[in-house]
């Protein structure tokens, strides 16, 4: 079973910028792929970006030049940094994980198994 602990959400000015962590344990190891959700209330949730076992990564169009996701396989670890941060970026911020062999594209809501708690982030204007 893998455990994943988002931290790092907050409030912040548009324009700012905010640097996620999830921390990962249990069965898990870089074969595993891992990305960022994020979901606002009435919603469902959308995929921001993704980083495949292999290093690949995908984003979401409304998040490309401005977001960046990273992982480090040895703290087992992903990242999410946000920069030039909008008002339309707030949300809950998930974190999700899947084994390399799973289908469905990389920001599918399907594809993942395990799944985080949750980090506020807000951004106001």
């Known amino acids: 079973q893998v455990q994943l602990v988002e931290s790092g959400g907050g409030s912040v000015q548009s324009g700012g910028s905010l640097r996620l962590s999830c921390a990962a344990s249990g069965y898990l190891d870089s074969s595993y792929d891992m990305a960022w959700f994020r979901q606002v209330p009435g919603e469902g949730r959308e995929g921001v970006a993704a980083v495949a076992s292999d290093g690949s990564t995908s984003y979401a169009d409304s998040v490309k030049g401005r977001f960046t996701i990273s992982r480090d396989n040895a703290e087992n670890t992903l990242y999410l940094q946000m920069n030039s941060l909008k008002p339309e970026d707030t949300a809950m911020y998930y974190c999700?994980?899947?084994?390399?062999?799973?289908?469905?594209?990389?920001?599918?809501?399907?594809?993942?198994?395990?799944w985080g708690q949750g980090t506020q982030v807000t951004v106001s204007s």
């Open positions: 999700a994980a899947a084994p390399y062999y799973s289908g469905s594209r990389p920001l599918s809501f399907y594809k993942y198994n395990s």
